[in-house]
């Protein structure tokens, strides 16, 4: 399959930071999205990303612990198609640190947000 006709896929990757002596520390995930043959072709980059992210970080100081980064899942490998017209990437949930009542309203309409960077 030629490169312009490669289907692009978005997979969600979960590695387990897994502390020495003591197991899972929590959790780390990441948006990878990227162009594949196929299904199959995509799942093994998916795979081959994730191992290469892998680490081990070892204590500078004695008495600190040691940590593993291992890979635990492809959460998700969905097919976006040839030319999608554009990606979602979907951050998780977040607990709200303020109270707002359910009257409340928002008005994102309001205001242009600052450049990122």
């Known amino acids: ?21 003591r197991g899972l520390d929590h959790w780390r995930e990441a ?19 994730g191992h290469s992210q892998e680490y081990v970080m070892t204590p500078e100081r004695a008495g600190d612990p040691a940590f593993e980064y291992r890979l635990a899942e ?21 607990k709200a640190a303020e109270r707002l009542g359910f009257e409340h309203e928002f008005d994102p309409d309001g205001r242009m947000p600052e450049p990122a960077f």
């Open 1 to 21: 399959m030629s490169r312009s006709e490669q289907q692009w896929f978005q997979a969600r990757l979960r590695w387990a930071v897994m502390e020495k002596g």
């Open 74 to 94: 492809i959460v998700y490998l969905d097919e976006k198609g040839a030319a999608p017209a554009g990606f979602d990437v979907s951050l998780g949930q977040i």
């Open 31 to 49: 948006e990878h999205i990227f162009q594949s043959d196929s299904r199959e072709a995509a799942f093994a980059e998916a795979l081959r990303i």
